[in-house]
């Protein structure tokens, strides 16, 4: 049914969809809405589960035929070469604490390509929006990743210091810190996001889950830089994630390896 679909159709679908789960964030956002903890330890709200909720109904009720893959209710069991895949609130840490640094996530894979990445940070009024071919875009405006190309000029983000120890990357970490020109803990999909608009050099995730990376790989694409696994490998289900320029991406994958 949906084999003549210009991809920027799901593109824009994908905007609007962002754009309403994020209005529904903002209804509970700053308002000391309670927290949960899921089996993994992480924090989960009801604006997260309701966000999602809406995202679900509005793909179902556009595209039926579809798959859908989200953070908080799973994998439908539809045979489907579209699926998308959703993080209704990425930085749901920032998300309790009033901070605006989250992020609703859209990703939209077919034929196991993904292909179409939406990032809308609803407390922050910004839209990062890119599909293959089409560009990427910051509230409209195109976004290209910065022309830095030294090491020693970059600005590195990431999420929280101490994972980078935790999942054995604290070598790889202090030669990152040694290497570059400023880290700052601009977490989550917002670091990445950095990235893309041509804010920061290098955003590294020592862990992630594909609800995470989908979104994010298409808009780091085509806004000229790269997204990755800590492998180097063009994948969001690599469990880590590393964002950079383009420009910088060998140094850095040579820091990472040690082989520098």
Same mark, same amino acid.
């Given at each position: 049914m949906t084999q003549s679909v210009p991809t920027r159709t799901f593109l824009d679908f994908a905007v609007n969809a #962002?754009?309403?789960?994020?209005?529904? /964030?903002? *209804?509970?956002?700053? &308002?000391? +809405? *309670? +927290?949960?903890? %899921?089996?993994?330890?992480?924090? +989960? &709200? #009801?604006?997260?589960r309701g966000a999602e909720e809406l995202l679900r109904r509005l793909i179902e009720n556009r595209f039926p035929g579809h798959a859908i893959f989200g953070e908080e209710f799973g994998e439908t069991d539809k045979d489907s070469t579209y699926r998308?895949?959703?993080? =209704?609130?990425?930085?749901?840490?920032?998300?309790?604490r009033g901070v605006p640094l989250y992020g609703v996530l859209i990703g939209l894979e077919i034929a196991g390509e993904v292909v179409v990445g939406v990032a809308h940070f609803p407390g922050l %009024?910004? @839209?990062? #929006?890119? *599909?293959?071919?089409?560009g990427c875009r910051w509230n409209g405006r195109p976004a290209h990743v910065s022309d830095v190309s030294r090491l020693d000029?970059?600005?590195? *983000?990431? /999420?929280d210091g101490r994972d980078f120890a935790a999942y054995g990357r604290a070598e790889a970490w202090e030669r990152l810190q040694a290497a570059t020109h400023t880290q700052r803990g601009w977490g989550d999909c917002y670091g990445h996001c950095l990235v893309a608009t041509g804010r920061a050099e290098v955003m590294l995730d020592p862990i992630m889950n594909p609800w995470d990376c989908a979104?994010?790989?298409p808009i780091l694409q085509e806004a000229g830089g790269t997204f990755t696994d800590w492998d180097g490998e063009?994948?969001?289900?690599?469990? !880590?994630?590393?964002? /950079? !320029?383009?420009?910088?991406?060998? =140094?850095? @994958?040579?820091?990472v390896r040690g082989t520098v």
């Open positions: #962002a754009w309403q789960a994020g209005q529904l /964030t903002l *209804a509970h956002f700053q &308002t000391g +809405v *309670a +927290v949960e903890q %899921k089996a993994d330890d992480s924090p +989960v &709200t #009801a604006a997260d998308w895949i959703l993080d =209704p609130i990425d930085g749901t840490r920032s998300f309790i %009024k910004e @839209m990062i #929006a890119a *599909a293959r071919g089409e000029l970059a600005l590195v *983000a990431y /999420t979104a994010l790989l063009v994948t969001i289900y690599g469990s !880590n994630a590393l964002s /950079t !320029n383009g420009a910088l991406f060998d =140094p850095i @994958m040579e820091i």
